[in-house]
C-alpha cells in the first residue's frame, strides 16, 4: 500500500482514493461504518479530472 | 522474379539508436535490400515530407515508425505513415508504448519548456526567450512543429499492425519480422513480435524462490553479486513484468532489467505488475518497517514506467495534485 500510494502520488493521483482495511466477517457494523466513511471521502474528492485512459481521449487532442 | 516489396522507414520523436537497430542487422540488410526497395528512409538518405507525399496510398508494403510522437509533426509523419503502408509496425519502445520521451507526461509541456529555457543551470537566459513557431526571415518564414500536451504511443495516434518492441529492437527480432513478411506468413494482427513470457524466464542469474527483501540498494552504490538474481539482493530490476525476447541482454552486462520490451501478454499495466511483485517481496513485521523499506525506492513511477508512461492506465493525471509531484 505504501508503494502504490506513492506510485499514485507521483500520477498526480491523490493517495486518499487507496484504503485497505481488514474486516472479519463477524464485524458487521464495522465493515458497514467503513464503506460508509469511504464512499463519503471519495464523493468528497469527486471525480478524476480527464487523464490518458483510452485512445479515444488521446485522439481529442491529437485531431483538434 | 515476383514485384518487390517496398519498406519505409520513419524517425519521429526519438534519439536515433532505432535507426541504427535497423543497420545493426549486420550483412542481413543486404538481403533486405535484395527482397525490397526501401522507399522512405530520410535517416539514410536525403528524403523529404513531399517524397513519402508522393507515394500513391497502400504504396509501402511494411512502414516501420520509431520514436514517440509529441509534436505536431509527428502526428502528420504518423498519420500519412498509415496511410501510405498497408502494414505499419511500431518500432521501438517509443512508438510501442512512449518510450522515455513519455516520462515528460509527468509535467505539462509549459513546466518542461520553464526548466529547459530558464531554470536548468547551465542556462542563461534573463529576457526569458522562447523559440516561437513562426519566424520571419529575409528568406520567407521558419516554422518549428508544436509540442502537444503530451507525447503518445503510436496506436493511441492511429491504427498500428505490429509491435516491434526494445530500445532499440533486438537485431534478431528484426530478421524474424523481415522473413515474415517475405514468406507471407505475419501473425496476427497486433502481435509484438518478441517473446511470449517474463525477462527472469531468460534470465541466467541463480534466483531462490523465496525472495526476501528488507533494504532497496541503487545499483551504483553497491557491489553485486553477478551470479545472484537481482531482485533478491534488493537492486531494482524490471524482470518479473518485462516481455522476454532480449536474451536478458542488459543482465548479461550486469545492469537490471529496465523493462524496454514493455510487459508481458497477461500484463495489463506494467506499473501495477511491478508495484505488485516488488511489494511481495519486501519481509517486514510492522506497517513502519514496510514504509521504511519501501520509501527507499525514490522514483518509482518514473523506473515501473521508465519507457511507457503514455501506455499507462491511469495516464497522468493533472490538476488534482498541484505543483505536488
Same mark, same amino acid.
Given at each position: 500500500?505504501?508503494?502504490?500510494?506513492?506510485?499514485?502520488?507521483?500520477?498526480?493521483?491523490?493517495?486518499?482514493? +487507496?484504503?485497505?482495511?481488514? *474486516?472479519? /466477517?463477524?464485524? !458487521?457494523?464495522?465493515?458497514?461504518?467503513?464503506?460508509?466513511?469511504?464512499?463519503?471521502?471519495?464523493?468528497?474528492?469527486?471525480? +478524476?479530472?480527464?487523464?490518458? *485512459?483510452? /485512445?479515444?481521449? !488521446?485522439?481529442?487532442?491529437?485531431?483538434? | 522474379?515476383?514485384?518487390?516489396?517496398?519498406?519505409?522507414?520513419?524517425?519521429?520523436?526519438?534519439?536515433?539508436?532505432?535507426?541504427?537497430?535497423?543497420?545493426?542487422?549486420?550483412?542481413?540488410?543486404?538481403?533486405?535490400?535484395?527482397?525490397?526497395?526501401?522507399?522512405?528512409?530520410?535517416?539514410?538518405?536525403?528524403?523529404?515530407?513531399?517524397?513519402?507525399?508522393?507515394?500513391?496510398?497502400?504504396?509501402?508494403?511494411?512502414?516501420?515508425?520509431?520514436?514517440?510522437?509529441?509534436?505536431?509533426?509527428?502526428?502528420?509523419?504518423?498519420?500519412?505513415?498509415?496511410?501510405?503502408?498497408?502494414?505499419?509496425?511500431?518500432?521501438?519502445?517509443?512508438?510501442?508504448?512512449?518510450?522515455?520521451?513519455?516520462?515528460?507526461?509527468?509535467?505539462?509541456?509549459?513546466?518542461?519548456?520553464?526548466?529547459?529555457?530558464?531554470?536548468?543551470?547551465?542556462?542563461?537566459?534573463?529576457?526569458?526567450?522562447?523559440?516561437?513557431?513562426?519566424?520571419?526571415?529575409?528568406?520567407?518564414?521558419?516554422?518549428?512543429?508544436?509540442?502537444?500536451?503530451?507525447?503518445?504511443?503510436?496506436?493511441?495516434?492511429?491504427?498500428?499492425?505490429?509491435?516491434?518492441?526494445?530500445?532499440?529492437?533486438?537485431?534478431?527480432?528484426?530478421?524474424?519480422?523481415?522473413?515474415?513478411?517475405?514468406?507471407?506468413?505475419?501473425?496476427?494482427?497486433?502481435?509484438?513480435?518478441?517473446?511470449?513470457?517474463?525477462?527472469?524466464?531468460?534470465?541466467?542469474?541463480?534466483?531462490?524462490?523465496?525472495?526476501?527483501?528488507?533494504?532497496?540498494?541503487?545499483?551504483?552504490?553497491?557491489?553485486?553479486?553477478?551470479?545472484?538474481?537481482?531482485?533478491?539482493?534488493?537492486?531494482?530490476?524490471?524482470?518479473?513484468?518485462?516481455?522476454?525476447?532480449?536474451?536478458?541482454?542488459?543482465?548479461?552486462?550486469?545492469?537490471?532489467?529496465?523493462?524496454?520490451?514493455?510487459?508481458?501478454?497477461?500484463?495489463?499495466?506494467?506499473?501495477?505488475?511491478?508495484?505488485?511483485?516488488?511489494?511481495?517481496?519486501?519481509?517486514?513485521?510492522?506497517?513502519?518497517?514496510?514504509?521504511?523499506?519501501?520509501?527507499?525506492?525514490?522514483?518509482?513511477?518514473?523506473?515501473?514506467?521508465?519507457?511507457?508512461?503514455?501506455?499507462?492506465?491511469?495516464?497522468?493525471?493533472?490538476?488534482?495534485?498541484?505543483?505536488?509531484?
Amino acid at each position: 500500500m505504501t508503494l502504490l500510494k506513492k506510485v499514485l502520488r507521483q500520477m498526480g493521483v491523490n493517495p486518499e482514493r +487507496l484504503r485497505l482495511e481488514w *474486516v472479519s /466477517a463477524s464485524e !458487521a457494523q464495522l465493515f458497514a461504518q467503513t464503506v460508509r466513511d469511504f464512499t463519503e471521502q471519495i464523493r468528497k474528492l469527486g471525480p +478524476l479530472p480527464k487523464g490518458v *485512459v483510452d /485512445a479515444a481521449v !488521446a485522439r481529442e487532442e491529437v485531431h483538434a | 522474379m515476383p514485384e518487390k516489396f517496398k519498406f519505409a522507414f520513419m524517425p519521429s520523436g526519438s534519439c536515433g539508436g532505432c535507426e541504427i537497430a535497423v543497420v545493426d542487422i549486420d550483412e542481413v540488410i543486404l538481403k533486405v535490400a535484395e527482397l525490397a526497395d526501401i522507399v522512405y528512409w530520410p535517416t539514410a538518405l536525403d528524403f523529404k515530407d513531399k517524397d513519402l507525399e508522393a507515394i500513391p496510398d497502400g504504396g509501402i508494403t511494411v512502414g516501420f515508425f520509431n520514436g514517440a510522437v509529441r509534436n505536431d509533426h509527428d502526428v502528420h509523419h504518423a498519420k500519412l505513415m498509415r496511410q501510405k503502408s498497408q502494414v505499419l509496425v511500431a518500432f521501438g519502445a517509443c512508438a510501442q508504448m512512449g518510450g522515455i520521451p513519455s516520462l515528460g507526461n509527468f509535467w505539462t509541456t509549459e513546466d518542461l519548456a520553464h526548466r529547459m529555457y530558464d531554470t536548468v543551470p547551465s542556462v542563461v537566459n534573463p529576457e526569458g526567450t522562447r523559440p516561437q513557431l513562426k519566424y520571419d526571415v529575409p528568406e520567407g518564414e521558419l516554422t518549428l512543429p508544436r509540442a502537444m500536451d503530451r507525447t503518445y504511443a503510436l496506436d493511441q495516434v492511429v491504427n498500428v499492425d505490429y509491435y516491434l518492441p526494445g530500445c532499440p529492437p533486438q537485431p534478431k527480432w528484426i530478421i524474424a519480422a523481415v522473413e515474415a513478411v517475405a514468406k507471407g506468413e505475419l501473425p496476427p494482427k497486433g502481435t509484438v513480435i518478441a517473446g511470449t513470457k517474463a525477462v527472469c524466464d531468460e534470465c541466467p542469474r541463480e534466483r531462490t524462490e523465496e525472495k526476501q527483501v528488507t533494504a532497496f540498494k541503487r545499483i551504483h552504490l553497491v557491489e553485486n553479486d553477478p551470479k545472484k538474481c537481482f531482485l533478491e539482493q534488493g537492486i531494482m530490476c524490471c524482470g518479473p513484468a518485462t516481455r522476454d525476447g532480449c536474451e536478458a541482454a542488459c543482465i548479461v552486462a550486469g545492469q537490471a532489467c529496465r523493462g524496454c520490451f514493455g510487459p508481458t501478454d497477461n500484463v495489463n499495466d506494467m506499473g501495477a505488475k511491478l508495484a505488485s511483485a516488488i511489494a511481495s517481496i519486501v519481509v517486514a513485521d510492522t506497517r513502519d518497517e514496510a514504509d521504511r523499506i519501501l520509501s527507499q525506492l525514490d522514483d518509482p513511477a518514473g523506473y515501473f514506467y521508465r519507457f511507457g508512461l503514455a501506455r499507462s492506465m491511469l495516464g497522468v493525471q493533472r490538476g488534482e495534485l498541484k505543483g505536488d509531484k
